[in-house]
């Protein structure tokens, strides 16, 4: 079956600018989580939507936003980029709330903030 | 919060010497998960544990969770250059918060 697809898989930026990615999860999966990924930081978990609702939340401000819809793909938006924005940013799906039986990681998107 | 403490945070190794990684949680465990992650690469989903004291085997990695399911461990004997990553631990808090909680990481290089 057809994995968790993400795009785009690089995107450069400039500050100030928003930006939109997007996450297509395994078909029948109804949880999407997304995470940022920086070197020095790990996986930090921003949001996670369960059907079409947003259920968990890390600590990230307002401008990191995103949404769910109906059949379960998924988009997150950050506005007014900041340098600090830049990392690889992961979708990973799921079959149950939480990834708590494990996760498919998408390829992510590597966004460049200059 | 709940929080996952993974260690060492580095390991290089010679190739064909063993390697640990280990994973401790500030609270108890419904389950215990690792991911391995190639350079350049995403999360891969290797195992997961659920029973206290559970021991699992795949090729030459044995996973280990604790008896009191708060700790974990990863073992790869003879460690090739193809085990080259981080491998990363995730813990589901018991209790029915249903977010996983990352580890920081262990990244290992294998010098052939």
């Known amino acids: 079956k057809a994995g968790v697809t993400q795009t785009p898989r690089y995107l450069i930026k400039t500050r100030g600018q928003q930006v939109t990615l997007s996450c297509s999860p395994i078909?029948?999966?109804?949880?999407v989580s997304w995470y940022q990924q920086t070197p020095g930081q790990g996986l930090q978990f921003l949001f996670e939507y369960f059907s079409e609702t947003q259920r968990n939340k890390g600590n990230f401000p307002g401008r990191f936003s995103g949404r769910q819809f109906s059949n379960s793909r998924s988009e997150m938006n950050v506005s007014t980029l900041e340098l600090g924005d830049s990392a690889l940013y992961l979708c990973?799906?799921?079959?149950?709330?939480?990834?708590?039986?494990?996760?498919?990681f998408g390829s992510g998107t590597r966004l460049t903030v200059v | 919060g709940q929080q996952v403490m993974q260690i060492p945070q580095y390991q290089h190794v010679q190739e064909g010497e063993d390697f640990t990684t280990y994973c401790n949680s500030s609270?108890?465990?419904?389950?215990i998960q690792w991911y391995k992650q190639r350079p350049g690469g995403h999360p891969v989903f290797l195992i997961q544990?659920?029973?206290?004291?559970e021991v699992k085997k795949q090729k030459r990695l044995t996973f280990q969770f604790g008896e009191a399911k708060k700790n974990s461990s990863l073992h790869i004997t003879a460690t090739q250059t193809t085990d080259v990553g981080t491998y990363f631990c995730?813990?589901?808090?018991?209790?029915?918060?249903?977010?996983?909680?990352f580890g920081k990481g262990t990244k290992l290089t294998v010098n052939p």
């Open positions: 544990l659920v029973k206290s004291g």
């Open positions: 995730a813990g589901a808090p018991e209790g029915g918060s249903e977010k996983l909680v």
């Open positions: 609270t108890t465990l419904s389950n």
């Open positions: 078909s029948g999966h109804r949880s």
């Open positions: 990973a799906s799921s079959l149950n709330r939480g990834g708590i039986y494990g996760y498919t």
